[in-house]
Nanobody
Framework: QVQLVESGGGLVQAGGSLRLSCAAS??????GGWYRQAPGNQRELVAT???????NYADSVKGRFIISRDSAKNTVYLQMNSLKPEDTAVYYC?????????????WGQGTQVTVSS
């Protein structure tokens, strides 16, 4: 059974940093990224990373957030620096996970990030 388990969320002051982790179990992390959803808003893309390590960022986080992966740990990270109150949201990990017979897309359960002003 494939699971994506997120960790690292919390409360931080504006200007601070957090690092989110998303560990995949039951399969091999292939490609994926982070999305976020603030109250009353639609879920939006934050950053993605391909199987080759190519990255893509939302304009709102470029230069502040860094997505990376550790294939040995089957984990993807989101380093968030210079956090702003508008970064407050539930952050979700999304990944294409490869098992023995197929590759499917999965979502994590979400982790709350709150940035105080």
């Amino acid at each position: 059974q494939v699971q994506l388990v997120e960790s690292g969320g919390g409360l931080v002051q504006a200007g601070g940093s957090l690092r989110l982790s998303c560990a995949a179990s039951g399969g091999i992390f292939n490609a994926g990224g982070w999305y976020r959803q603030a109250p009353g808003n639609q879920r939006e893309l934050v950053a993605t990373i391909t199987s080759e390590g190519n990255t893509n960022y939302a304009d709102s986080v470029k230069g502040r957030f860094i997505i990376s992966r550790d294939s040995a740990k089957n984990t993807v990270y989101l380093q968030m620096n210079s956090l702003k109150p508008e970064d407050t949201a539930v952050y979700y990990c999304n990944a294409d996970v490869r098992t023995l017979f197929l590759t499917k897309n999965y979502w994590g359960q979400g982790t709350q990030v709150t940035v105080s002003s």
